[in-house]
């Protein structure tokens, strides 16, 4: 079970190492770690906090994109749950309280985007691109226009602390990933929503609640971007309706596809969608550290995605089988014109 | 059949009531002052919006288009900048750069078999950044071709001014309504967008229409990049962020089904004039705040989806009897 485990995160492994030596190469001290007031810094440690939003959308987005969904909504929902925190904080009425309105919050907007899906029948796309449209106007409304700033250190700790030397958003998006693949892997849970995504009406009608899972999991993914919208907000100690979380919903869904995860749903692995998260935000550490122009980056990630798209095509899938198979003798012309766009499922 | 040209008729009484209650409150609204002022503000979302149908029609999505925008302010200021070249040629340069970036994705999403969703994703990174590379400032176009264009509307009775990227907007849509519902082209759109098999089946040339209709989207782009730098006078990267957006809306509020194979161009324009008008209502109440703006089209997003929800259960529902009977 493990090597096979290990071997579906080995191309992405493979390429975060590029990666990582790449940038090592323009930039020497980019693996060191050194301890400064009892916590860790470098680098990686920069990285592993950066990359704490789009790691938790990662996770989130993946169990959405692999019941064949998709949700556009997650940067969106960031800002919401974050005025929401800040409005709570602003009013005083404490930490607790303003944690659980922000993720209630996040629930509330998954809720929503589930029930378009999975109870009125509306595609993905668009009923996520509802509250994605309207969801910033939300944001605003709750903080009312302003950027709300705050100095609740409580709050603060969520996005700028560090326990056991460790910044908390790396531990929190760790401890998230770690969780839920426990709860897909150790239960039946992650492959019935592969079985939503594969045929919904075929898992449907063998018996599996199609209708409450999608609700489910379009939950899960509110809950992660309420969380990364904590940490988001927790980090400038304010809540900016306009750029919070801006079209991290894109690097999300990046981050998936790097993970190997096909869009068309089915087979899904967390473990891979947040190395993929790891992979962009290296890139983007990277390509600053390394003094390039920022303006290379969105060239880079388009090139990354052309890449991927290319070695993921089903159809040139198809077509190199067919062309081993002619050359390997096998008059096998017409059994693969056959494989359907059911790409590599390994 | 009625049925299907219902959402255009919702769309349109929509707009109707929308600015009857405008004209209640603000008498003003209905002078062509503010008619003028609306097709000209909206020009470049309506010349891309009228691509983006053609996209949606075929069961596609192109979400590039917003850089592309952006992408063809920074072409066009950089150019005239540092050239000497007359700004007609460079818009022919820029439109033939578009166009071809539109065909190469279409290309792109028929070898690969991919969705288009995720293709022109990569086409959005590539053409903002592509446009971060020329310049991450923001350039001033000056040319005695931009202020003779800038200056030249035909004034309309009552003070309206009818500006030419107004026009242009108009001539676009009436050129998309042909191409749409008139042409051999605009069939095989309509075909792919009800299925992609049935289209082959029909004699589709699939992957030629495909190609087609998004070098059509990156065309309407670039001249919408043109239309907005003479609205804006000038270049700038960070321009136009999420217009691909606006527009999708605009053709889901028009009544073009996004599954794609049913829709009106004209519709879109409806939309786009709709859209327009909450933002001048707005404008004329002055107490509101700007957020409404995207709650307000992000609620007739809602009706207009879920009324297409609810069509197509009414077609399928009459429809079955007939099934079971045969």
Known sequence: MMPQALRRVLPQILTLAAVVMLVTLVFPTFLSISVSDGRLVGPVIDILKRGAPIGLLAIGMTLVIASRGIDLSVGTVMAICGAVAATAIVNGWGLGPALLLALAAGLAAGLWNGFLVAVIGIQPIVATLILMTAGRGIAQLITEGRILTFSHPGLAFLGS????????????????????????????????IEAIGVNRRASALAGVNARVLLIAVYMASGLCAAVAGLIATADIRGADANNAGLWLELDAILAVVIGGNSLMGGRFSIAASVLGALIIQTIDTGILLAGFPSEYNLVLKAALVIIILILQSPRLAADWQLWRRSRSGLSGSHAAATPKPKESLR | MISRALPLYVTIAIFLVAYAICYAQFPAMLSTRVIGNLLTDNAYLGIVAVGMTIVILSGGIDLSVGSVIAFSGVFIAVLLRDTGLHPIVVFALLLAVTT????????????????????????????RGAAYMLTIDSVPIRHAFYDAIQSSYYLMPGKGRLTLIGVLMLLSVAAGMLLAHRTRFGASVFALGGGEATARLMGVEVGRTTVLIYAFSGFMAGLSGIVFSIYTGSGYPLATVGTELTAIAAVVIGGTLLTGGSGYVFGTLVGVLTMGLVQTYIVFDGSLSSWWTKIVIGILLLVFIVLQKLLLRLTQARLAPLGAAA
């Open chain 1, 161 to 192: 602390g560090s326990l056991f030397g460790i910044p908390v958003p790396a531990l929190l998006w760790l401890a998230a990933a770690i969780a839920v693949t426990l709860l897909m892997r150790r239960t039946a849970l992650g492959l019935l």
């Open chain 2, 100 to 127: 071809t970036f539109g065909a190469l994705m279409g290309g792109f999403i028929h070898l690969l078999g991919m969705p288009p969703f995720i293709v022109t994703l990569a086409g959005m990174f590539l053409a």
